[in-house]
């Protein structure tokens, strides 16, 4: 399979607990996404990495949220002392170049209990 | 700020019918695109929009751009079951999608 892979897929956690999901990217994209989506609503964004770059972080990325590219390669978005408002579907996508539609993968349903 | 308006939010329509979702945009995009969403599944893209009077069709979809009035449709022919999904737009700006709300269709047998 080439496409964006995510794992886990889903992940129930007890508020408080620490939370990380893992994004591969295709392979040849250096480009790569984090969007959250909640229920009824569209994906908002939460971050861009250009390579291992970080270039941007969303308002709604609060200090509770940290996401990593190493290497350019994978990234991982963890989310620390989870709240039940963290509950959302996170989604990664990837682009090879500014203006090329981006992929996105299946995605990671957070229950925040 | 980019901001990216859908309608209808819900369209239920019969089999054979057609019918256009409407997707307003706030600011200048550099681009366009739309997306299909089936539930608990990810997004599949299905058209990108680079300039003014462009137009995309796959089957019975058909995307257009209007940068002049920034809007862009998606105009189902004959509809058939296997379209039911939520539809969504997004804008960009450089990088950064900006997606509506999503228009969730029911086609009717």
């Known amino acids: 399979d080439t496409g964006v892979s995510q794992n886990p897929r889903h992940k129930i956690t007890k508020r408080g607990q620490n939370v990380t999901f893992r994004c591969d990217p295709i392979s040849e994209h250096n480009r790569l996404y984090w969007y959250r989506q909640t229920l009824g609503q569209g994906p908002e964004f939460l971050t861009y990495f250009q390579n291992e770059a970080q270039l941007e972080k969303s308002r709604l990325l609060s200090d509770r949220f940290s996401a990593e590219r190493p290497k350019g390669s994978f990234s991982t978005l963890e989310i620390q002392r989870t709240e039940q408002g963290d509950s959302a579907m996170y989604l990664c996508?990837?682009?090879?170049?500014?203006?090329?539609?981006?992929?996105f993968g299946q995605g990671t349903r957070l229950t925040v209990v | 700020e980019l901001k990216v308006e859908q309608n209808p939010l819900f369209l239920s329509m019969q089999e054979g019918k057609n019918y256009t979702i409407y997707c307003n945009y706030s600011?200048?995009?550099?681009?366009l695109y739309w997306y299909r969403q089936d539930p608990g599944k990810s997004l599949e893209s299905l058209f990108v929009l680079l300039s003014n009077g462009a137009v995309k069709q796959e089957g019975r979809l058909m995307a257009s751009l209007d940068t002049k009035a920034r809007l862009s449709t998606l105009h189902i022919t004959a509809a058939v079951h296997d379209l039911s999904a939520t539809y969504f737009c997004?804008?960009?700006?450089?990088?950064?999608?900006?997606f509506g709300t999503g228009t969730r269709l029911k086609v009717l047998a």
């Open positions: 996508a990837s682009s090879l170049a500014r203006g090329d539609e981006a992929f």
């Open positions: 600011t200048t995009s550099d681009r």
């Open positions: 997004a804008g960009a700006r450089t990088y950064k999608y900006i």
